[in-house]
């Protein structure tokens, strides 16, 4: 299966990808966003991480590498993704729910890479297992994207910074496309 997205989304995808990650590496950096439930240095280096992975897959090049070889860098996400879960709850530090968010995107990602087959190889690409979970993931990252832009809206409207929110609506986005691309194949 070639990963790469169709016509103009694909491009699209890969710039606000990009530029997400670059924001949130900027942020990461400065320290620009406080430290809070969703939040943080930790947070936006896990945006920055997962956003540059799927940039990468989506182009020609990341299109057409092996689904083992996604397969492997998503499984590396989740494993990070989880310890950081267990390191958050057990010194009950202040970003666990960012933490929680995160493991599950990670895990979601892993699973659109599932049913996937290389698209060199012979036979239909199989589809990933338990499709209602994929569609739930779908569901849960688009209502979460359109929660985000509803709160970056209200930030700018509030005169309140608001940069650190669109890193994680893309993600969130991007999530949801992944997604619902493995369950259309």
Known sequence: MNHALPGPVGPIAIVLCSAAAIVAAVDARSGATTASRYSGRATELAHVVMLVAM???WTPIG????????RAVFSVLAIAMSAWVVAAIGRRTDDAGAAIYHCVAAFAMLYATLGEQHHHHAGPASQVPVPLLGWVFVAIFALDAVITL???AWQIAQRRPARALFPHLVMDAAT???IWQALSA
């Open 150 to 152: 509803g709160a970056l």
């Open 63 to 70: 299109g057409d590498l092996p689904a083992t070889v996604w």
């Open 176 to 178: 949801a496309v992944m």
């Open 55 to 57: 940039a990468a897959m």
